[in-house]
C-alpha cells in the first residue's frame, strides 16, 4: 500500500467526545469539550486531559486540583456543541444550557448527569506539553447509566450512542 504524508496534527484517533466539568474555590461551574483524553495508567487508574492554558476552565481545574471527565453521547450534541464554542468568561453557561448536574461524590466538582458515563478525577501531575497542558488524574469514582454496566461492574462502551 502506498503511503503520503498525512496532517499530524490530533493525529490519533478515535479521540472520545469529551466534556470536563469543573468548579472554582467560589463555586461557580464551568464545562468545556476537550480534544486530547486518554486513560494514562492502569494501577492506579488514571486519567490525562489536555487544556489550554488561556482556556477559563484551566485555572479553576488548577486551584482545585480536580475535574470529571463526562464522556458524551448524540443526546449530548446540542450541549457539547455550545461548550465547544462558549467561554465561560461570558456567560454562565450552565444556566444558559440548562445542564443538568450535581456535586460530585468524591471530589467538588459537577457531574453532568446526562453523559452516559462521568469519571471524577483528583488532580497528581500537570504536564507542560506544547499548546496544552496535561492534567493527569487519578481516578476517584466512575459513575454510568444502569444500562451500560454489567454485574461485574464493567461498562459496554459499545451500547454509547456516540456523536459522529
Not at 149 to 161: A, P, T
Amino acid at each position: 500500500m502506498e503511503k503520503r504524508e498525512a496532517n499530524q496534527k490530533s493525529c490519533l484517533r478515535p479521540m472520545p467526545p469529551i466534556i470536563v466539568s469543573c468548579r472554582d474555590k467560589e463555586g461557580r461551574d464551568n464545562a468545556l469539550v476537550v480534544g486530547y483524553a486518554a486513560n494514562c495508567s492502569f494501577d492506579p487508574p488514571m486519567v490525562i486531559v489536555g487544556v489550554r492554558e488561556e482556556r477559563f476552565s484551566h485555572h479553576m481545574i488548577e486551584e482545585t486540583g480536580v475535574f470529571i471527565a463526562n464522556i458524551a453521547s448524540k443526546h449530548n450534541k446540542e450541549i457539547y456543541d455550545y461548550l465547544g464554542t462558549t467561554s465561560g468568561r461570558k456567560e454562565d453557561k450552565f444556566k444558559k444550557m440548562s445542564i443538568n448536574s450535581r456535586t460530585g461524590d468524591k471530589v467538588n466538582a459537577p457531574l453532568l448527569l446526562d453523559c452516559p458515563v462521568n469519571i471524577e478525577c483528583r488532580v497528581v501531575n500537570i504536564v507542560k506539553s506544547g499548546s496544552h497542558d496535561l492534567f493527569i488524574g487519578v481516578v476517584e469514582k466512575v459513575h454510568a447509566d444502569k444500562d451500560l454496566v454489567d454485574e461485574k461492574g464493567n461498562i459496554n462502551y459499545q451500547k454509547i450512542d456516540y456523536m459522529d
